[in-house]
């Protein structure tokens, strides 16, 4: 997940797909989302909760930029409860080069675990350089989020590491003041932790059928699963949603879908308006990089904690991926918009447009993705591209954005199922979970029919 320019120790049938396909442009915005929650702040009336502590030098370190250079942190301390956690800085576009740890205490006891990495990468899950959303001047550097369980205490160290070039404006700035090269930390360090609220009350099942066919993610906790003859009913009467073309439809049967709904995203925290691109031409397949210490019954809670982070800590309009799987197999939509359209999301920088992405919560560099993780992939990819027509097995050509790999504008060449990694210069989906693609294109095809 990280960049390799970083240094890091560690992102009926009709009903069901009759969605309005009038979108407005790429870059539609909405009011500014509430401000970012604050140490000592009291809890917010809405569900879940973000403290955000600022760190500060550890031991007797003191740099000529009041602090941004070294080791910076928090000392043991109690504080209210949380799940996950991550650290954030002012300028999105300086790179934290070295490392973060934290221990955490389980609430109500005197556990503390040992020291966890936080992932560190470097702005590669964002919009596009050049989207209103990037541009907003609500985003903000962050690493990745950890999910940590309950605890009620935290203590954070963040050291920084070789480089041979500074990230940001900030980042120059403190060198030209004299900080070590090889010590440049961003500026405006912050730990956030995040409490991801109680589960929804959701409610009563809906009977099976028609009815359950017909539901829309709006009114709906789980669009059920449809079946391959029920999916190309629905996309026949769907006008505009595939491209144009003769014969045989290759689209997968639908998925059962966990909705925002049914995983209990707070509305009220999102831009109230959506972003759409123009179709979906390919997925990208992430890792969440949130660590594989969760139950399947927790995901909920593990959305919900990133969906905040993403919205509150990191400045983005909604959470960044357009979907998200987790170790059971379990898909859940994302970014909100509708799940059969192609919303614009914030998750492989410079190559958001025209495509989709999903992320399997986990961290999967050393860890082996469950089989069902990445069956529910191919189950989930054979759907979502075959409504614009898209191949598994194939390749396609996307414009780039901006990014580490491919300068801005130039027309690359990409697996219709892709990595994060083939897009941007970095370790995500984590070289496990990577390998696994291949087998995910195959079966994702043949679901199709292909």
Known sequence: MRGFLASSIGVTCAAALALPLTLPSSGARAETPAAQSQAGRSAESVPGSTQSLPLAPLGSDRSPGGGASGEQGLVRREVRPFSL????????????HGSVQVRTRATGTDNWSAWQAVETHNHEHAADPDAEERASGRVRGSTAPLWVGDSDGVEIRVRGEARERH??????????????????????????????????????????????????SESAAVLPALSRQ???????????????????????????????????????????????????????????ASGNNYRCSQAGSVLRSI????????????????????????IYEGRAGGVAKPVLGAHTLGFNSNSTGIAVIGSYGSASPPAAAVKAIARLTAWKLGLYGANPRGST??????????????????????????????????????????????????????
């Open 85 to 96: 956690v991550g650290v954030v800085w002012d300028d999105p576009d300086d790179e934290l």
């Open 167 to 216: 990230g940001g404006e900030a980042a120059r700035h403190r060198a030209i003041a004299g900080v070590p090269a090889d010590q440049v930390l961003p500026a405006g360090l912050r730990v956030e932790l995040v409490d991801p609220g109680a589960e929804p009350a959701l409610p009563a099942a809906r009977p099976q059928g028609a009815q359950a066919a017909a539901l829309t």
């Open 230 to 288: 029920e999916t190309e009913a629905a996309l026949a009467a769907t006008p505009g949603l595939r491209a144009a073309g003769k014969g045989k439809p290759y689209v997968g049967p639908r998925p059962r879908i966990i909705t925002r709904k049914g995983w209990g995203a707070n509305e009220k925290l999102r831009e109230k308006k959506f972003a759409y691109t123009k179709t979906v031409k390919a997925a990208f397949v992430h890792h969440s």
């Open 307 to 330: 969906y905040r982070y993403h919205v509150k800590s990191s400045g983005w309009r909604d959470f960044g991926y357009n979907f998200a799987v987790d170790k059971c197999g379990n």
């Open 397 to 450: 050509y996307l414009k780039s954005g901006g990014g580490n790999l491919y300068k801005k504008g130039k027309n690359v060449r990409l697996h219709v199922i892709s990595g994060h990694r083939d897009g941007f210069a970095t370790e995500c989906p984590g070289i496990r979970l990577y390998k696994k693609l291949g087998k995910a294109r195959s079966t994702s095809a043949r679901l199709q029919g292909r």
